[in-house]
């Protein structure tokens, strides 16, 4: 089955750039998401189509993809943007939906 | 602003069937897509399926023989079941919907399996 491969933890001091890989054979053809989960909340959609923001998510967050990998970027990271990541795709068909094995952001 | 109201039954024995609704509120029901995702305790992220307005579904290969998506347009509902359920199939299960960048989640229904 497809998977999407993330590393479990990134860490980093505020105001330093943190990037979050995700890698996936299908990357390069299929959109990446990404959600950032709180402690007890549900996700919450931070990119969208490789490197979109929704309205009101922050400027600092961004994504790129280079070849199989889709990387989020959180330029001047904060405090407050200490949370679980998850990168999200489709299979190479696109039938089904896919999460990584999320990755913890550690901004202190 | 479109908002999500989830509900079903949190405790359930092996070889039950989990049934889960997700009402929506506010918004077009039409423009959606609508997914459950699962989340056991401490762990990640899993797809399980989506719908949209059409009933047109996907799900996931892990679960298709065990997993019905369904809809129904004129009550602004979406349901969920999963039969033959054991423990790992324990977790918080979210409905959620996505239109063109604007995504809504539902507050989650934690559901136990357990003799």
């Known amino acids: 089955s497809y998977e999407l491969t993330q590393p479990p933890s990134v860490s980093v001091s505020p105001g330093q750039t943190a990037r979050i890989p995700c890698s996936g054979d299908?990357?390069?053809?299929?959109?990446s998401y990404w959600f950032q989960q709180k402690s007890g909340l549900a996700p919450v959609l931070v990119i969208y189509e490789d490197n979109k923001r929704p309205s009101g998510i922050p400027e600092r967050f961004s994504a790129s993809t280079s070849g199989t990998v889709a990387t989020l970027i959180i330029t001047g990271a904060q405090v407050e943007d200490d949370a679980d990541y998850y990168c999200?795709?489709?299979?190479?068909?696109?039938?089904?939906?896919?999460f990584g094995g999320g990755t913890k952001l550690t901004v202190l | 602003q479109v908002q999500l109201q989830q509900w079903g039954a949190g405790e359930l024995r092996p070889s039950e069937t989990l049934s889960l609704t997700c009402e929506v509120h506010?918004?077009?029901?039409?423009?959606?897509?609508w997914t459950w995702i699962r989340q056991p305790p401490g762990k990640g992220l899993e797809w399980l399926g989506e719908i949209n307005h059409t009933g047109e579904t996907k799900s996931n290969p892990s679960l298709t023989s065990r997993v019905t998506i369904s809809i129904d347009t004129s009550k602004n509902q979406f349901y969920l079941k999963l039969n033959s359920v054991s423990a790992s199939d324990t977790a918080m299960y979210y409905c959620?919907?996505?239109?063109?960048?604007?995504?809504?989640w539902g507050p989650g229904t934690m559901v136990t399996v357990s003799s």
């Open positions: 299908a990357l390069p053809k299929k959109y």
């Open positions: 506010g918004g077009s029901f039409k423009d959606f897509y």
């Open positions: 959620e919907g996505f239109d063109d960048g604007f995504d809504v």
């Open positions: 999200y795709s489709t299979d190479p068909s696109g039938n089904q939906g896919v």
